[in-house]
């Protein structure tokens, strides 16, 4: 059996192993074998694999048992059980014997609400008989295909490489697309593109357009410049310094085949090395600390973002953010004239929580988002906070 195949073993309830939610992420990227554990990871799995939570932090409607479906996330099962679904370590204790390869939880799969002592756990096992004994059964499945995400990932994963802020103007120095083939303007999936500069040995670029400044809403400081995504192309030959043809000396640009377009492709445009995929260890948790800020913009041309949207946020790891971070959208009180009052003053009416955002990448001054959930479309200036 290769790798990439894993066994789950459920045992019965009294020495029933528990997953941490916390350490099932990462699916997209993660290579099989060792999966990386941070320290705080390894310390709340410790502790909650006993203490498990307050029965006052689940929902209202957490159900006794619940057979995970395809298509589950396991921020969506969290919802079902806590009200406050960033903090699910704190549901889900760690299978510790395992931790540097970490069981994930398989559609098929039962999970059982544990109330006992004042405490609530989430355990994973399979009933047998009255009682709801859980009975050993080894599972045998496709680490990268059939273990559920954290979160849904078809939203965020086209962004990855897409979303880039460079800090000052890099792309100036960067390769750029001369020409197309046969004198076009713009250039589609296929076609050829010549292209002048250092390739550094890289052979797989994006393709970018004149960065657009990010300015915080508040201050009016340049945060980074958004690099406007186009498309992507792949090195196909190097130019010669001789034309083969009339053996004179030449400017002969290499060649480029775009390989896909988001965006017109043409003339003037800049490439970037596409970087590695690495392991993306997508954690939601809420900050430790206060995080506030603003929304520089929504990605792209729209003015105003809902659900499963991505926004940028004034804030970095400067700022102590990190990928993962579960932030709340505010939506700012009204000014009003209060008519029942004979001196009519103006007053602000309260701001309202009315969504969630989920950061799934930081660069040093600013961050991407995805919007989890929202009430009212969401805008540049909207305030969030930590949940």
Do not use: C
């Amino acid at each position: 059996m290769t790798r990439s195949k894993r066994f789950a073993l459920s045992l019965p309830r009294a020495t029933a192993i528990t997953l941490a939610l916390s350490a099932f992420v990462g699916l997209a990227f993660a290579q099989p074998g060792n999966f990386p554990i941070t320290p705080q990871q390894r310390s709340t799995a410790q502790k909650v694999a006993q203490d498990g939570i307050p029965l006052s932090e689940l929902s209202a409607t957490a159900p006794d048992q619940y057979t995970v479906k395809s298509g589950d996330t396991l921020w969506d099962i969290s919802k079902l059980y806590l009200t406050s679904p960033w903090r699910w370590p704190e549901l889900w204790g760690m299978n510790l014997d395992q931790i540097r390869n970490p069981h994930l939880i398989y559609p098929g799969q039962m999970l059982f609400l544990d109330k006992s002592n004042g405490r609530a756990r989430l355990r994973v096992g399979e009933p047998v008989g009255a009682g709801g004994r859980l009975s050993p059964r080894v599972r045998s499945g496709d680490l990268l295909r059939d273990g559920i995400p954290s979160i849904s990932l078809a939203q965020i994963e086209p962004f990855l490489n897409e979303a880039v802020v460079f800090e000052n103007h890099e792309l100036d120095n960067s390769p750029r697309i001369v020409s197309a083939q046969d004198g076009r303007v713009l250039l589609s999936r296929g076609d050829l593109a010549y292209v002048r500069g250092n390739l550094d040995n890289n052979r797989s670029f994006r393709v970018f357009r004149e960065p657009a400044p990010l300015v915080d809403p508040t201050t009016r400081e340049v945060l980074g410049y958004e690099g406007v995504f186009l498309g992507t192309a792949e090195y196909l030959r190097k130019g010669e310094s001789v034309s083969p043809l009339t053996k004179r000396d030449e400017i002969i640009p290499d060649t480029f085949t775009i390989s896909s377009v988001r965006q017109e492709i043409r003339a003037g445009d800049r490439l970037s090395p596409t970087p590695g995929r690495e392991f993306i260890n997508f954690v939601p948790h809420a900050p430790s600390g206060d995080m506030t800020g603003q929304i520089i913009a929504v990605y792209g041309e729209a003015l105003n973002a809902g659900q499963n949207q991505i926004v940028s946020l004034n804030r970095g790891s400067r700022d102590g953010m990190e990928r993962g971070h579960v932030l709340a959208l505010w939506r700012n009180g009204n000014y009003i004239i209060d008519t029942t009052d004979p001196k009519r003053p103006t007053i602000k009416l309260p701001d309202e929580r009315h969504g969630s955002l989920f950061v799934f990448k930081v660069f040093n001054r600013v961050s991407y988002a995805l919007i989890l959930n929202v009430k009212e479309p969401v805008g540049k200036g909207d305030r969030f906070t930590q949940p």
